[in-house]
Antibody, heavy 119, light 106 residues
Framework: EVQLVESGGALVQPGGSLRLSCAASGFTVSSNYMSWVRQAPGKGLEWVSIIYSGGNTYYADSVTGRFTFSRDNSKNMLYLQMNSLRTDDTGVYYC?????????????WGQGTLVTVSS | EVVLTQSPATLSLSPGERATLSCRASQSVSTFLAWYQQKPGQAPRVIIYDASNRATGIPARFSGSGSGTDFSLTISSLEPEDFAVYYCQQRSSWYTFGQGTNLEVK
């Protein structure tokens, strides 16, 4: 059974840093397109970052230069390092797996972890 | 950036009725468009991908159509569990979502 479990969400001050983790089971992260998608409270969805099976990473303009998406193949884990956090980074962050044929459609989502950026 | 505009923002219907949701792209996305359903407190779930393909386990009452800039999601006869927020999403140029349509019980 495919499962994605996020952790690491917290309350952090503007300008601070946070690292989110995503534990995957039931499949191999290094063989799949994996993404982070966020949702501000009461708002819509925003694609944050994607990592291809080959290891290339891509980011939304809003987080480029501040966020880093990485994976640990030996642990089947994904990470999102978030630096220089802003209030508009607040939201639920979902770890997501893309279809094997194309990474841009999500077939499995985690339950999400809440990041709150506030002073 | 490809902007997706969904209409209407809210759709009020009764069980058994037909629902048609629209999504318009600011530029052509070919058929690289998906639809997701999200219920309160839950992660989204893919309903339709590549404009007209039903995802695994999705009932036949859901159908998608369109190409280029205009797309629609149709639910032929609403069941109580279909009332939720629906998002369209494109993968032609980066990945962006529409603002959502809230399908609510009338």
């Amino acid at each position: 059974e495919v499962q994605l479990v996020e952790s690491g969400g917290a309350l952090v001050q503007p300008g601070g840093s946070l690292r989110l983790s995503c534990a995957a089971s039931g499949f191999t992260v290094s063989s799949n397109y994996m993404s982070w998608v966020r949702q501000a409270p009461g708002k819509g969805l925003e694609w944050v970052s994607i990592i291809y099976s080959g290891g290339n990473t891509y980011y939304a303009d809003s987080v480029t230069g501040r966020f880093t998406f990485s994976r640990d193949n030996s642990k089947n884990m994904l990470y999102l390092q978030m630096n220089s956090l802003r209030t508009d980074d607040t939201g639920v962050y979902y770890c997501a797996r893309g279809y094997s044929s194309n990474g841009g459609v999500v077939d499995y989502w985690g339950q999400g972890t809440l990041v709150t950026v506030s002073s | 950036e490809v902007v997706l505009t969904q209409s209407p923002a809210t759709l009020s219907l009764s069980p058994g009725e037909r629902a048609t949701l629209s999504c318009r792209a600011s530029q052509s996305v070919s058929t690289f468009l998906a639809w997701y359903q999200q219920k309160p407190g839950q992660a989204p779930r893919v309903i339709i991908y590549d404009a007209s393909n039903r995802a695994t386990g999705i009932p036949a009452r859901f159908s998608g159509s369109g190409s280029g800039t205009d797309f629609s999601l149709t639910i032929s006869s609403l069941e109580p569990e279909d009332f939720a927020v629906y998002y369209c999403q494109q993968r032609s140029s980066w990945y962006t979502f529409g603002q959502g349509t809230n399908l609510e019980v009338k």
